[in-house]
């Protein structure tokens, strides 16, 4: 059986993800993007926050494989870490968090183009699984969900 490469659709999804929260960030009010939220309460800017802390921590997983080397330890994303990381960023301005997701995106679309397909492929990064026509191909922060002629990623 062969297979389609993976990598022309994981950059399509990641295009389709930006294109989609750039949609979602453009209906903000400059009040909505201004607000702090609270632990229990996210605001935009919490989102965003937390968008950037996973994709960072893709980031460095993915560098990890291109110097081919072990990929550090995944920091388990709870509450506590939430909140460490809702603390510290909390007061920075949008579009200080903007441009670094802005950044960020680009980082990641630089490295999944630089990736093989067996980079993509190779375990532990691709955990292939079959249950009837569904498989899942996942890196660490990234999941693509695929059916024949339907694909979604999940960041």
Same mark, same amino acid.
């Given at each position: 059986m062969t297979t389609a490469p993976i990598k022309p659709i994981i950059l399509d999804l990641?295009?389709?993800?930006?294109?989609?929260?750039?949609a979602w960030e453009e209906k903000l009010?400059? &009040? *909505?993007? !201004?607000? $702090?939220?609270?632990?229990?309460?996210w605001s935009a800017r919490d989102h965003l926050v937390h968008r950037n802390f996973g994709r960072q921590n893709l980031i460095q997983v993915l560098r990890a494989i291109?110097?081919?080397?072990?990929?550090?330890?995944?920091?388990?994303?709870?509450?506590e870490v939430n909140g460490a990381v809702f603390a510290e960023q909390r007061l920075r301005p949008w579009s200080e968090l903007? &441009? *670094?997701? !802005?950044? $960020?995106?680009?980082?990641?679309i630089t490295l999944i183009e630089q990736l093989s397909e067996d980079d993509l492929m190779d375990t532990p990064l691709h955990r292939r699984c079959s249950c009837g026509e569904t498989?899942?191909?996942?890196?660490?922060?990234?999941?693509v969900r695929?059916?024949?002629?339907?694909?979604r990623a999940v960041l």
């Open positions: 990641l295009r389709a993800g930006h294109d989609n929260e750039a009010t400059e &009040a *909505e993007r !201004e607000a $702090i939220g609270t632990p229990r309460l291109l110097q081919q080397q072990e990929a550090p330890p995944r920091e388990k994303i709870n509450d903007h &441009a *670094e997701s !802005e950044q $960020i995106y680009a980082d990641l498989h899942v191909c996942r890196l660490p922060g990234l999941l695929a059916r024949p002629g339907a694909y």
